[in-house]
């Protein structure tokens, strides 16, 4: 700072228009210009001194020390001035700050130059007679003045105020021959200062027209690229105000280009708080510092829009150095933005439902375990899936499933509240993080919440859409548990809810690791079971109603796993569908039973269970014809038993299999009619031969408030009409036995003509009385109950409950959703449509309470006709 401060004293005195003057580009450059030339003046000069020298009288004069030192201080300033010149040549200015003693230096040498040389020639003059010395002296040094004069002007008139005292000077002195010689000198040096000079003024036009074409060039080129929108530019002076904007810039603020101008530029910029303020520091920054900057994103003051800029800028001066201003460019980021924005949307929440995505709610798990400083925090995980949304998509199309998930997001961030943070997975499984959120009581009266929310129904383009909602509850208690291990303890839950029955919640417990340890094992040892031989079938006989003999058997899987004992088909049937290992169990299940039916003879047939994985399969008919061939057996005797669950899938490969399948020659049988989703025309496109109803019509059908007999009835009477047999599943009373008979259904399966037997055992019940078998069992079965999934409203006591139903008989039913009911506590069930009964808790169980109402009631009234269960794809049943 003092430095600075002692290099601008000398200034100090001058006026502000002088140091304006003395600062300004067009002064400095003329005044190099002469310095440049001003080598010529420095020979003129000493040459002048030599002819003085040798005048007559003159000789003696200059002896005089004091004379020599006048001529030498002249000359010195002179040659001062003429190396000044030529250091300018090289361009090696002086810093702005130092510029006005810079200027005055040189008109301090070319004054005291000039003044010296009078001093030092004039005595010499004085002492000769004759006037002509006088007058050429005179004209010499009025050449010099006049050219120190011109120091301020332009080179030109110096030149000539040169040449005019040169030539005066000459004319003056022509009776002498030494200002002749003098004379022809400084012509001599006119003629090169010309000469040079106009050089200069050529090179100097040429440059000039180069630069206004390159300038006319570079701005046709701007105003191309500003119209083409691609980018704007702007310039400020030293104080901030905008002398030019592009006008497309003006035009998107919605202001005239002449109210831009004239404004600072930071006041189009809009002032944000945020982490975006930091932008509009650096730009601040670099303005008030004159430092460069590039690229800084910052708003722009536009009125009712949002607009984004990138600008970038550099500070500029003129060719002495002294800062002018800012220029810079800009470029509209305001779609790049909005790109930004919609993708960021798109990475980090769901496009149907607009809850967060997978990635979104991982990481907002991830953040709710950890504090910000990194400590363990409480949390819980609730993973949600939807039961029977598969069935609503197949029945009633994509757009209603859609509309249906955005209606469950809706009533879950309803009941979530700002408690937590709901988001979608995928498909029609969500996932709830819930901070700071750990108690027992908590978690399950909003995991209640939710199930009897999303048992209501929903209202679909005036369709009433039901589904149901199973939950798995993970909670870390602030022990540093990872996410990925909160999420898979929550799906552990989830998958222990489904096999719960569905519309229940679980609570994750160390026993649910166990069980997926065990699956895991399961599928492991399953994929070895083959080879090993582990592996059999067992048959079941079919018998002919009238005739009570034996038609044939249904092969039923099951697996006895060496040490580890047998494997109920229950356990895994599903990890073999899960893994895909049903299809080459599957294939192995229909060559065995070819084999079988060779052993069995020609009267009989033999089924198996084709699962939706094999049905899929385009290599199943030639499987089936293979082992047909290999068998030697009649390909009638094989008869496949097929899930409703295929027919899900309504495409045109299902019928196109369904038609290679026949063309085997095979006969096909619809496994589980009625429990599925199927319509019933496909009993029209798909060419069955039988169709086999579900036990659950079958089992306790004989009672008389049961509508099932009607149902049976109706089942038999279409297959009759389609010329297709029937098969009654689970028969094991003689009261369902006689009411089967009576319903006219041609075939009967169950525990009451014979349970799953090895192939020898079959081979020995045909063999002892040619197949024909006599009824073995009870004679009724206890009042059947009802599996269902009801939301009703309990009161007791004052007070209102919501709670559901989960199965149900004429004598009382399981409700689920009232905690630690005492035993004998009087209930009132409202099911809605004025339709209450009295109940009484015979026994409760945490959430769950077992009610036996004070006299029989009619099922069917109470909860309408039964619900339908979710396809059950299978290979083999157990016993």
């Known amino acids: 700072m003092g430095v600075r401060h002692k290099i601008a004293r000398p200034a100090a005195s001058l006026s502000s228009s002088d140091d304006a003057l003395l600062r300004s580009p067009e002064f400095v450059t003329r005044l190099m210009r002469v310095a440049q030339l001003w080598h010529y003046v420095f020979i003129g000069r000493a040459l002048a001194f030599v002819v003085f020298a040798f005048l007559p009288g003159v000789a003696g004069f200059l002896d005089r020390p004091s004379q020599w030192l006048v001529m030498a201080a002249g000359l010195g300033c002179d040659f001062v001035l003429t190396v000044i010149g030529q250091l300018t040549r090289s361009h090696r200015l002086l810093p702005p700050e130092r510029l006005p003693p810079f200027v005055l230096l040189c008109l301090g040498l070319i004054a005291a130059g000039t003044m010296l040389a009078s001093a030092a020639m004039l005595p010499a003059v004085a002492v000769h007679d004759g006037r002509s010395y006088f007058d050429a002296f005179a004209a010499i040094q009025l050449g010099s003045i006049l050219v120190a004069a011109s120091a301020a002007a332009i080179v030109r008139p110096a030149f000539f105020a040169f040449a005019g005292a040169t030539a005066l000077g000459g004319a003056i002195g022509i009776a002498s021959w030494p200002f002749a010689v003098a004379g022809l000198v400084f012509l001599g040096l006119l003629i090169v200062m010309m000469r040079e000079d106009m050089r200069h003024q050529r090179r100097a036009t040429q440059a000039a027209r180069r630069s206004v074409s390159e300038q006319q060039r570079a701005l046709g080129l701007m105003r191309d690229f500003e119209r083409a929108g691609r980018g704007w530019f702007w310039e400020t002076d030293r104080h901030g105000l905008l002398v030019y904007i592009s006008p497309t810039v003006a035009a998107k603020l919605n202001l005239a280009l002449a109210d831009v101008i004239g404004r600072p530029f930071t006041e189009i910029i809009r002032k944000r708080i945020g982490n975006d303020e930091n932008e509009e520091r650096t730009l601040g920054f670099s303005l008030s510092s004159r430092t460069p900057f590039k690229e800084l994103t910052v708003q722009a003051a536009v009125l009712g829009e949002e607009r984004w800029w990138s600008i970038s800028g550099n500070p500029i001066s003129n060719e002495l150095g002294n800062f002018q201003g800012f220029r810079g460019s800009g470029t509209d980021l305001t779609e790049k933005k909005r790109s930004e924005r919609e993708i960021n949307q798109l990475a980090r929440y769901d496009t149907l439902t607009g809850l967060a995505n997978r990635l979104h709610i991982t990481d907002l798990l991830e953040r709710a375990l950890k504090s910000h400083i990194g400590q363990p925090q409480p949390c819980a995980l609730l993973l949600l899936d939807l039961d029977r949304f598969k069935a609503v998509n197949d029945t009633l199309g994509h757009p209603v499933g859609d509309q249906l998930l955005q209606q469950v997001a809706g009533r879950l961030t ?83 809810a489904k096999d719960a029955g569905r519309g229940v919640y679980r609570f994750y417990a160390d026993a649910m690791h166990n069980q997926a340890s065990e699956r895991k094992a399961i599928e492991d040892a399953l994929r070895d079971a083959l080879a090993r031989d582990e592996l059999q079938l067992l048959y079941q006989p079919i018998v002919d109603v009238k005739s009570e003999t034996v038609t044939g058997f249904e092969a039923l899987i099951r697996w006895n796993r060496g040490a580890g004992g047998p494997i109920s088909p229950s356990k895994f049937i599903p990890v073999a569908e899960e893994s895909n290992l049903i299809v080459p169990i599957g294939e192995w299940i229909i060559r065995t039973a070819c084999a079988s039916i060779a052993r069995l003879g020609p009267g009989y047939r033999v089924a198996v269970n084709v699962s939706p994985r094999q049905f899929a399969n385009e290599k199943l008919p030639a499987i089936i014809l293979n082992a047909v061939s290999a068998a030697g057996i009649l390909p009638e005797q094989l008869e496949l038993e097929i899930t409703e669950g295929v027919f899900l899938d309504e495409s045109p490969e299902n019928l196109a299999m369904f038609q290679k399948l026949k063309r085997t020659g095979v006969r096909l049988a619809l496994d589980d009619f009625g429990t599925g989703y199927s319509a019933l025309g496909y009993l029209k496109k798909a060419p069955f031969d039988k169709i086999k109803i579900d036990q659950s019509f079958v089992l306790g059908a004989a009672d008389r408030s049961s509508m099932n007999a009607a149902i049976i009835s109706s089942i038999v009477g279409l297959a009759s009409a389609l010329n297709m047999e029937t098969t009654a599943e689970g028969v094991e009373t003689h009261d369902d036995l006689d009411l089967i008979r009576g319903l006219g259904c041609s075939h009967v399966q169950g525990y009451i003509y014979g349970k799953p037997m090895t192939l020898d055992e079959a081979l020995a019940l045909l063999g002892e009385s040619d197949g024909r078998v006599v009824a073995q069992g009870y004679k009724s079965a206890r009042a059947p109950r009802l599996r269902t999934f009801r939301a009703i409203q309990v009161a007791s006591g004052g007070y209102d409950y919501e709670a559901i139903v989960r199965n149900i008989s004429p004598r009382g039913a399981l409700v689920e959703g009232l905690w630690n009911v005492p035993t004998g506590t009087t209930l009132q069930l409202h099911f809605g449509a004025g339709l209450v009964l009295e109940a009484q808790a015979r026994w409760s169980a945490e959430n769950r309470v077992g009610v036996q109402f004070a006299e029989a009631v009619d099922v069917e009234t109470l909860i309408g006709p039964p619900q339908s269960r979710a396809p059950r794809p299978r290979i083999s049943r157990a016993a």
């Open 414 to 496: 309803q009941i979530v509240g700002d408690k937590g943070q709901v988001g979608r997975l995928g498909g029609d499984e969500f996932q709830i993080v819930l901070p700071q959120i750990t108690q027992p009581e908590k978690l399950s009266g909003i995991a209640n919440a939710i199930i009897l929310s999303l048992a209501k129904p929903f209202a679909i383009e005036g369709e009433q859409v039901r589904v149901g909602s199973s939950i798995g509850i993970a909670v870390s208690d602030g022990q540093g548990v990872s996410a990925s291990a909160l999420v898979r303890n929550a799906d552990l839950a989830l998958y222990a």
